[in-house]
T-cell receptor
Framework: QQQVKQSPQSLIVQKGGISIINCAYE??????FPWYQQFPGKGPALLIA?????SEKKEGRFTISFNKSAKQFSLHIMDSQPGDSATYFC??????????FGKGTSLLVTP | DAGVIQSPRHEVTEMGQEVTLRCKPI?????LFWYRQTMMRGLELLIY????????DSGMPEDRFSAKMPNASFSTLKIQPSEPRDSAVYFC??????????????FGPGTRLTVL
């Protein structure tokens, strides 16, 4: 069964806008939450990640917000650009290696 | 560094044929993963090797699938016999597993398999 639920499935944002992708999980043993970015024809690549003892992590225009009590985390892309158009996957790890992926969000940033 | 290398990039075969996918991990990495990506099921872990030893193969769908890692520089995923439902993109990823959580997995470009 899908251990990490991701929404929305697709998202269209205007250039300069904020893109928000949400994920939820049930397994409280998860201890690492990475986000991956995938362009067409390429493999996923690590974008940003957070541990559950931190509520927010920011790297450039990308921010992860983490709510441990609600078992939810989200990716915010500020000032979205057409080059950000890709599929984004949230994931969660237990025991150090097994990535449990969400189903992905296809983001389109329009000029 | 060339990154994770996979071959072939595309494979079209007929049902019943044997398919072999190949992966060369990043030099120095000690962990290797095979994933399968489909529209219906998303990205699924098939098998995980650490120091060339299979650690977790619980994601391998059935006996038709097998994976080997004869050395630190090479791994194969074999499907015999192949079926149309095996059509997917297969990714290989590698990482340096330090024993903790959060080691970055680096993905290859994938092999798009189509079984007719």
């Amino acid at each position: 069964q899908q251990q990490v639920k991701q929404s929305p499935q697709s998202l269209i944002v205007q250039k300069g806008g904020i893109s928000i992708i949400n994920c939820a999980y049930e397994n409280t043993a998860f201890d690492y939450f990475p986000w991956y970015q995938q362009f067409p024809g390429k493999g996923p690549a690590l974008l940003i990640a957070i541990r559950p003892d931190v509520s927010e992590k920011k790297e450039g225009r990308f921010t992860i917000s983490f709510n441990k009590s609600a078992k939810q985390f989200s990716l915010h892309i500020m000032d979205s650009q057409p080059g950000d158009s890709a599929t984004y996957f949230c994931a969660a790890i237990e025991s150090g290696y097994a990535l449990n992926f969400g189903k992905g969000t296809s983001l389109l940033v329009t000029p | 560094d060339a990154g994770v290398i996979q071959s072939p990039r595309h494979e079209v075969t007929e049902m019943g044929q044997e398919v072999t996918l190949r992966c060369k991990p990043i030099s120095g990495h000690n962990s290797l993963f095979w994933y399968r990506q489909t529209m219906m099921r998303g990205l699924e872990l098939l098998i995980y090797f650490n120091n060339n030893v299979p650690i977790d193969d619980s994601g391998m769908p059935e006996d038709r699938f097998s994976a080997k890692m004869p050395n630190a520089s090479f791994s194969t995923l074999k499907i015999q016999p192949s079926e149309p439902r095996d059509s997917a993109v297969y990714f290989c990823a590698s990482s340096w597993f330090s024993g903790g959580t959060g080691d970055t997995q680096y993905f290859g470009p994938g092999t798009r398999l189509t079984v007719l």
